[in-house]
């Protein structure tokens, strides 16, 4: 049986159930810019810019590479706690995607975790160009108090958040629902706007209404 060739190369096996007729514009060439551990190193803040975040190993990279259909354009692993810096992808001509450290990695020194924490509310609270922030948890185990930190930063920064549930391919149905109903519950006794899916770069839940999501935002 002949698939149709209308996919690039990169396209991964287990991205079959991704249809790219539903990869929007901005997410078609995207290319990583630089990494930055300090504030200065930022690239100007000219262009729009979605962060995404979350703990180590909660899923990012797998997420961030699932929905721009790349193999390795964020660096997944199963060695938690190795990106330290935040990395800059472009989104077409007019945006960017800013990838923040993972946090709440245990075999990192307490001093080099305040660090990744410094960075990560500096660029929050201080990042003009910031339009949503992409807060992923575990669907497992959401709300950890490193996440709440990440709501409360996001509330009184008055940053929109949509918060991705990873992994719910790990769960049923009915329990997916569950818990998504629950997060939203807890989220909306929070001062902010936040808004709740379950997702899976695995089974592809929620990956193109992420897609779509992202190219109103971007849009000018
Ligand atoms: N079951 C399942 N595993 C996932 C999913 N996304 C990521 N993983 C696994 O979780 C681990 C960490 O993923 P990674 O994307 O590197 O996480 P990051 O540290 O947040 O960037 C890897 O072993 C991935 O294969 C998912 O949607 N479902
Ligand atoms: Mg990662």
Redesign the pocket.
Known sequence: MSEPSNTPPETGSNSSTSSNAQLPDVLRNPEFLLGAAEPHQFPDDELIEIAFA??????????INAICNRRKL?????V?GR?QQINFFSMGDNARLADLP?YGFAQVPLAVKKKWQDTIHKYLAERQNLRVLVL?MDIRHPLTDLDWQMVHWAGESNLPTQVLL?????FKRGKVAATTLSVEKQLANVAGQFEVEP?????YLGVNEMRQQLAEWVAT
Do not use: E, H, W
Not at 54 to 63: D, F, L
Not at 74 to 78: D, G, I, Q, V
């Open positions: 979350g703990r180590s190993n909660v899923g990012k990279s797998s997420a964020a660096r997944t692993s199963k938690p990106t993972g992923l990873t992994k719910a391919d790990k997702f899976s770069s695995q089974s």
